[in-house]
């Protein structure tokens, strides 16, 4: 079983940065696949940003360049650090991992975050 907790999210201008946090608890070896997706209302979930087990990570189009995902693999903990946030980057942000389980095998299971809201104002 693993717990997210996220956290980092709120209100911010145009213009502004934000960093959320994922900080991932329970029985488990290591994170293995990390990403953050984000809803805005009325919207399907999309990916923002992946980061592999390796560090090699990926981003949507529409964050290239302002956003940065990051991972300390000691504190099992994920990062997005956001700049130059736009008003269309709004949306309640969620973290999603897969681990290594204790035994050291891959676990296809996803784990997900409660979501953290995320508003930037014009």
């Known amino acids: 079983q693993v717990q997210l907790v996220e956290s980092g999210g709120g209100l911010v201008q145009a213009g502004g940065s934000l960093r959320l946090s994922c900080a991932a608890s329970g029985s488990f070896s290591r994170i293995y696949l990390a990403g953050w997706y984000r809803q805005a209302p009325g919207k399907q979930r999309e990916l923002v940003a992946i980061i592999s087990g390796g560090g090699s990570t990926n981003y949507a189009e529409s964050v290239k360049g302002r956003f940065t995902i990051s991972r300390d693999n000691v504190k099992n903990t994920v990062y997005l650090q956001m700049n130059s946030l736009k008003p269309e980057d709004t949306a309640d942000y969620y973290c999603?991992?897969?681990?290594?389980?204790?035994?050291?095998?891959?676990?296809?299971?996803?784990?997900w975050g409660q979501g953290t809201q995320v508003t930037v104002s014009s």
């Open positions: 999603n991992v897969q681990i290594i389980d204790i035994s050291g095998h891959y676990s296809q299971h996803d784990y």
